[in-house]
């Protein structure tokens, strides 16, 4: 028994150290709130297997109020990042061929 559980909570804790990294290096908003709910679901298994090896059916309450924030969580910053405007992404022929327009140094006349 104290090898699964020792098992479980290296796993858990790889788990939380990659979110960890995926939070601080995430270059999107996406990326940091995918690494959230990767982090609540690590607690929300450790939280589950704690009540499965103690037999303790009072942090089930826990669980769900935390399953419930993730959810809720999840859905709200989906429809907030849904609801922005799209910024433009440049892609390959961008660099090749540059969309044309004034330079820095010039008016919108093209003068300088």
Partial sequence: MNTLWTVIAVLLAVAALLSV???LL???ILDRALSVDVLLASALVGLGAYAAFNRDPTV???LLV???LG???SVSI????????EEHVATPTDV?????????DTDEGGRP
């Fill in 21 to 23: 990294t995926r939070l």
């Fill in 26 to 28: 995430g270059p999107s």
């Fill in 60 to 62: 089930l309450p826990t």
């Fill in 66 to 68: 935390l399953s419930l």
């Fill in 71 to 73: 959810f809720v969580g």
């Fill in 78 to 85: 989906a429809k907030f990042v849904a609801r922005r405007p």
């Fill in 96 to 104: 090749i061929h540059p969309v044309p327009g004034p330079s820095p």
